[in-house]
């Protein structure tokens, strides 16, 4: 990856770092400026001062992870991603810090932005693989984005059970190297046919009404 964000070198920074650790702890309702500040070494009055309240502090968090995902997705369509790393063991480095946060936030409901901009890079990289297909889409790519965001999402909610069926922490370059030649595998070799697939759509069709 490039250098750090030069935000990242500020108190704003040190507060937002603080408050995804409250956060993810204590889940965002529990969680109070008064910790946060004292976690960052500052003032609650310097946490107002550059978020507002405690919901902008949140807002600016997923912003964060938002802008650090976009980052990395255009370094693996760029390739550097690739030349000499295995580009989960290079995700899990720059969201290591993060994961606890994102998980949580996603299972209160919240990380709205994390996950809309998640979806919007799965839109792209599946604009390019439908021109690859041979068959025509049976839904938009707006719900296949979002279902397979969710489904890639579910690794880090559910990853102590996902480390347990696996037989290695996800989080240990053990574990990094088996989650991606699995999802290698996975990915390289559909359940379904498209044959199959299409027999399925044709009984789900009997089953629509009207």
């Avoid at 309702?29 to 609650?44: L, N, Q």
Wanted: aromatic content about 4%; glycine content about 8%; hydrophobic content about 40%.
């Amino acid at each position: 990856m490039n250098g750090p964000d030069p935000e990242d070198l500020t108190a704003r920074a040190r507060i937002r770092d603080a408050a995804m650790q409250h956060f993810a702890e204590q889940g965002f309702e529990r969680a109070m400026i008064r910790g946060i500040a004292e976690t960052a070494g500052v003032s609650s009055g310097l946490v107002r001062h550059h978020f507002g309240s405690k919901q902008g502090l949140r807002e600016a968090c997923d912003a964060h992870l938002a802008k650090m995902i976009r980052r990395l997705n255009d370094e693996v369509r760029s390739g550097h991603a690739l030349d000499k790393a295995n580009p989960v063991a290079t995700a899990n480095a720059a969201m290591g810090p993060y994961q606890r946060y994102l998980a949580r936030a996603l299972v209160e409901g919240s990380a709205e932005t994390v996950f809309d901009q998640m979806v919007e890079l799965s839109e792209e990289w599946l604009a390019e693989a439908d021109e690859k297909r041979s068959d025509t889409p049976d839904v938009d790519r707006k719900a296949r984005a979002t279902v397979g965001t969710a489904m890639a999402l579910a690794v880090a909610v559910l990853h102590k059970h996902v480390s347990r069926g696996l037989g290695v922490d996800l989080y240990t370059p053990e574990g990094d190297l088996l989650l991606a030649r699995t999802l290698i595998d996975i990915y390289s070799h559909p359940m379904l046919s498209v044959e199959e697939a299409a027999e399925v759509r044709a009984a789900l069709d009997d089953l629509s009404p009207g």
